[in-house]
């Protein structure tokens, strides 16, 4: 538990369901947490409920030049960064197939998925490549990996995701700085509550995770465990990876009537 004593580690889209796991399990385990979203009221509230060793900046990650700005916030003030979250993210609300697609709507995704991801990794990332030294996690999807879990900006912007991770752990691994991701399968969080809501009124909330081996949607805090770890020096071997932490969908085809 004292993994993450005396570090400083920042994560985005922590007024968010899995944010907010990752940012309370860093604080249990000995690290100052600097809360980014772009909610700021609900940012607050988790700030002071986690205490006294975190800090939130509200911006839109988006916005490459606040990202800058707020980096250096951070290194003012706190002198290091060691840990990166990138887990602000969007599910857009455009399930259309390609030739429907707005395509405003997919430049908006990719402006928060994607390029919020690049701006972080490209000025905390500095930080800790001139510290020679630091973790970086991305949350991708499994939607980077398959199509069929979410629109096609989102599964475009996670894929993408996913490679970012290896181009930017091959950039950086000469500093010491690794970075990985995690790729979630179906987790019960804000994002997702529309899914569990509709499911629960046609009455099939079983049905839920039925395509994934353990058959059942993940929690937060499963997550959170995943990227705690990435980001630990338990997991100082391993740079450029994708993890997926779905209760084995990707494990499988999951092709109907192949298996009774
Ligand atoms: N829930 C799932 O099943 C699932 C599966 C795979 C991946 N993910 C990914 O996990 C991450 C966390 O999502 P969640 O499920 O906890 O949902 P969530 O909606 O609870 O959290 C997402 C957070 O990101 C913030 N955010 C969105 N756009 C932002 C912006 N422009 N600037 C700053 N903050 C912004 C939101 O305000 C929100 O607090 C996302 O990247 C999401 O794509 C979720």
Redesign the pocket.
């Known amino acids: 538990m004292a993994d993450f004593d005396n570090q400083l580690a920042i994560v985005?889209?922590?007024?968010?369901?899995?944010?907010a796991a990752t940012a309370r399990r860093l604080v249990d385990s000995g690290a100052k947490v600097v809360l980014?979203?772009?909610?700021a009221e609900?940012l607050a509230r988790i700030s002071q409920e986690l205490g006294a060793r975190t800090r939130y900046h509200a911006?839109?990650?988006?916005d490459m030049a606040s990202v800058d700005a707020t980096i250096s916030t951070i290194v003012a003030e706190h002198g290091r960064i060691d840990v990166l979250c990138n887990?602000?993210?969007?599910?857009g609300a455009d399930y259309s197939p390609i030739i429907e697609n707005d395509l405003q709507g997919w430049q908006r995704l990719m402006s928060?998925?994607l390029m919020?991801t690049v701006a972080f990794t490209r000025y905390a990332g500095a930080v800790m490549a001139r510290a020679k030294q630091g973790a970086i996690v991305n949350?991708?999807?499994?939607?980077g990996i398959r199509s069929g879990a979410g629109g096609n900006a989102?599964s475009a912007s996670?894929a993408a995701i996913i490679n970012l991770t290896q181009t930017s752990a091959c950039d950086l691994g000469a500093y010491n700085v690794r970075v990985n991701a995690v790729?979630?399968?179906?987790?019960r969080?804000?994002?997702?509550q529309r899914v569990f809501d509709d499911a629960a009124a046609r009455g099939k909330s079983h049905k839920l995770g039925s395509r994934c081996e353990l058959r059942r949607p993940g929690e937060?805090d499963e997550?959170a465990a995943a990227v705690c770890f990435l980001a630990s020096s338990q997991a100082s071997f391993i740079t450029g990876q994708a993890l997926a932490v779905d209760g084995g969908n990707t494990a499988s085809l999951n092709m109907p009537g192949m298996k009774v």
Do not use: F, H, Q, W
Request: aromatic content about 2%; charged content about 10%; glycine content about 14%.
């Open positions: 985005t889209g922590a007024a968010g369901s899995i944010g980014v979203d772009c909610r609900e911006l839109d990650v988006s887990n602000a993210g969007t599910a928060v998925n919020g949350t991708a999807s499994v939607a989102y996670k790729c979630p399968g179906l987790i969080t804000n994002m997702t937060p997550i």
